[in-house]
């Protein structure tokens, strides 16, 4: 997993409430149990005017100009700003995933389905839950400044504006210590190698029946 540590990152504005996980990545796309190649069917019934399949060459399909992530000026960016239970619906992992793979570091709102938010963890995302007020200064700024970017800092835990002003975060110890060191649940386990190791051996040798 990817290690999270600092970002200053462009902005794309999602101006829309309660958004679920099968409008994040549609379930026609769930069929693939590998982490990347689900970018570009990202809110693909929003994205696109047709209807997506998987095989299809996104490519080819034709864009709606009126979604904000086919604006020229939000392309590259690696901050989505959401509104409230964003991620909500069924549970699926794949929806960090494509959120990732499109490029997403971070998703900030004033509230987050709780299973997606506890995925998001997994898989290297940083949720950011903000009060309302806030984002909605922030949808302000990002609308009326092109190129607006925010600077996001884990270790302090703070979102800061283009202006200097800062705003702090919420975030468990656990969970910064991991999105800090890129270690998803696998890595956390592997930390503990040569512990596991010595387990092992050790019960090996007073219950070897165990090993027959």
């Not at 994040?24 to 970018?39: A, D, E, N, T, V």
Request: proline content about 6%; hydrophobic content about 40%; glycine content about 8%.
């Amino acid at each position: 997993m990817k290690a999270f540590t600092t970002l200053n990152g462009l902005v794309c504005p999602l101006d829309r409430a309660n958004v679920d996980t099968d409008a994040i990545i549609p379930k026609q796309f769930l069929k693939s149990i590998k982490r990347s190649g689900f970018g570009p069917n990202l809110f693909d019934e929003w994205r696109y005017l047709d209807h997506g399949e998987p095989g299809m060459d996104n490519s080819k399909r034709p864009i709606n100009p009126d979604f904000v992530l086919n604006f020229p000026r939000f392309q590259g960016a690696e901050v989505l700003l959401a509104r409230e239970n964003f991620g909500c619906g069924s549970s699926r992992e794949h929806a960090p995933w494509a959120l990732e793979d499109q490029g997403f570091r971070a998703v900030i709102a004033p509230s987050f389905a709780d299973i997606f938010f506890n995925n998001c963890y997994k898989n290297g995302l940083l949720p950011i839950v903000l009060p309302a007020e806030v984002v909605d200064q922030l949808f302000r700024e990002t609308e009326a400044t092109e190129g607006y970017q925010l600077s996001i800092d884990l270790a302090a835990q703070t979102v800061t504006t283009p202006s200097g002003q800062s705003f702090g975060f919420d975030i468990t110890a656990h969970r910064k210590h991991c999105l800090l060191n890129g270690l998803d649940e696998i890595g956390l386990t592997l930390a503990h190698a040569d512990e596991i190791k010595a387990f092992e051996e050790k019960r090996r040798a007073t219950q070897p029946w165990l090993f027959a």
